[in-house]
């Protein structure tokens, strides 16, 4: 079972290695509150797929499971809320996860 | 291209794919070819695997595939295209369209789009579509696949723009006649009529198709990007 917090260390390893990629132009401090896409979000298009694409290889990694990020059944993500966060997205991740 | 390049191509039980996937697996590359039918490969470094590239989590699946296996994609050529008899645009029935357009032109797209999505991980990738004679041609009779061919090459060219800073290629090869089922499809006449409108009036070898693909695919070639080549045609 995945924790929300080993949740969110993933979405900050993956940050980690944007940085080391170059993809990214300074280091971030990561918490629930930073926006990953949408108004505000410090990553640009290229460093935002592969962003989650990194992170879906941590999660399969993690959970031995064949597993796919699809943004749009993020309910808490949507037209009202425009901007995904990593809190938002930490969720979303233990919820895929329990699949 | 070496032993150790993983190339991947779509469209790979038949035709000109085939042929493509048969002349890399013969000179060691490991190449990773899909196609809606099974495998006419048989060879330790041939992965085969059935895709309908028109389905995302089946392209997305093949990918992954891919990744699993070899650890890496250095090379993707989008050769699945489905080639319709020649047809009169007045003629063509919108079942016709929809299917040339979904298989032609999503088709390649989601094979780029989830390519590219493991190349830029790499930073390093090579992606080739492939275009068509028809497109300089415009040939009464295949107003349908030039277009949807049309559509590949504006594709790869915008693609090639995105992709730019990450270290990713997109380039067209753009053959004119192979003798494949797929050109046979389109009929003696449209055959005939283009191989007598052709620079050079015969038809290619897959060595001379394969040899522009090695030339997109290596180190050297990192500066060519949203370029097209045709074959046997000048434009």
């Known amino acids: ?99 | 291209m070496t032993e150790q390049t993983v190339l991947a191509i779509t469209g790979a039980s038949r035709g000109i794919g085939l042929a493509m996937a048969e002349h890399f697996a013969r000179k060691g590359i490991r190449v990773a070819g899909c196609s809606r039918g099974p495998s006419q490969i048989a060879a330790d470094n041939y992965l085969h695997t059935q895709v309908d590239i028109t389905d995302d989590k089946e392209v997305r699946g093949w990918i992954r595939g891919i990744k699993k296996a070899y650890g890496r994609l250095d090379v993707v050529v989008c050769n699945a295209a489905l080639v319709p008899p020649a047809a009169l645009l007045l003629n063509t029935a919108t079942e016709t369209l929809d299917a040339v357009f979904r298989a032609n032109v999503n088709g390649t797209y989601l094979v780029c789009r989830e390519a590219a999505k493991m190349m830029l991980l790499q930073r390093f990738g090579r992606i080739i579509t492939v275009s068509s004679m028809a497109v300089g041609l415009h040939s009464e009779g295949s107003s349908l696949y030039a277009a949807s061919k049309s559509a590949v090459v504006e594709m790869t060219k915008i693609l090639a723009k995105e992709l730019a800073p990450s270290g990713i290629t997109c380039n067209v090869i753009a053959p004119s006649v192979y003798e494949s089922s797929a050109v046979a499809n389109l009929g003696e006449a449209v055959v005939a009529h283009a191989l007598g409108q052709l620079t050079l009036k015969r038809a290619l070898t897959i060595a001379e198709i394969c040899n522009v693909i090695e030339f997109y695919a290596a180190p050297e070639s990192g500066c060519i990007t949203g370029q097209v080549t045709h074959l046997g045609l000048v434009v």
Request: glycine share 10%.
């Open chain 1, 1 to 99: 079972m995945l924790s929300q917090e080993k949740a969110m260390t993933m979405i900050e390893d993956s940050i980690a290695g944007l940085r080391r990629a170059g993809l990214l132009g300074a280091d971030l401090a990561v918490d629930g509150g930073l926006v990953l896409l949408g108004t505000g979000s410090p990553l640009d298009s290229i460093a935002f797929v592969t962003f989650i694409t990194d992170l879906e290889d941590r999660l399969n990694g993690e959970t031995g499971k064949d597993l796919y990020l699809v943004l749009t059944d993020i309910h808490e993500f949507n037209t009202d809320n425009a901007r995904l966060t990593v809190e938002t997205l930490a969720r979303y991740l233990v919820k895929l996860a329990q699949q």
